[in-house]
């Protein structure tokens, strides 16, 4: 009786751990497109509007478009690597560290994608609130609300990562 509860605990921990990677690599996937589209339809706001306006006059912008281009990339590559490792069964790269490093960047992302997000928005609404109505803000705005998208999922992200870092199981 002994062993056959140890073999299904074992069972259970294993669809435990699969259901867990699953679902963080929905929100990798995620991040990946909402990030991608961000950056997109923010690098697409050149000359728009009445005012021949662009993101790159102003920093907040700027800003707002590097931190979803580095999500983009980062969550591109965790997607590839988890991926990887479904049909392999091995990581890209073993790391010793690799909750660690998991954790931290999810962490550090997630912060600077929410304080990009939120400048941005700010500048945003401050351009609508001085020139009124246009297309140019109404773009920003449309990529500030992806990079928020994408804010969410590197957050979901982040507590997955720190689930598996408490729970000592590589993922």
Known sequence: MRTLRANLSILNRSRRENMVRRTLLGFRISGFVFCLISFSVMAADKNQGWALDSYYRYKEFRYCLAVNVIGFVYSGLQTYDLTYFFTSGKHVMQLHLRRYFDFLMDQI?????????????????????????????????????????AFLAFASSSLISGYTLCTLKSI
């Open 109 to 149: 992302l997630t912060y600077l994608l929410v304080s990009a997000s939120s400048s941005a928005a700010i500048r945003a609404d401050d351009w609508e609130s001085n020139w009124g109505k246009d297309k140019f803000p109404d773009m920003a705005r449309a990529s500030v609300a992806l990079s928020f998208l």
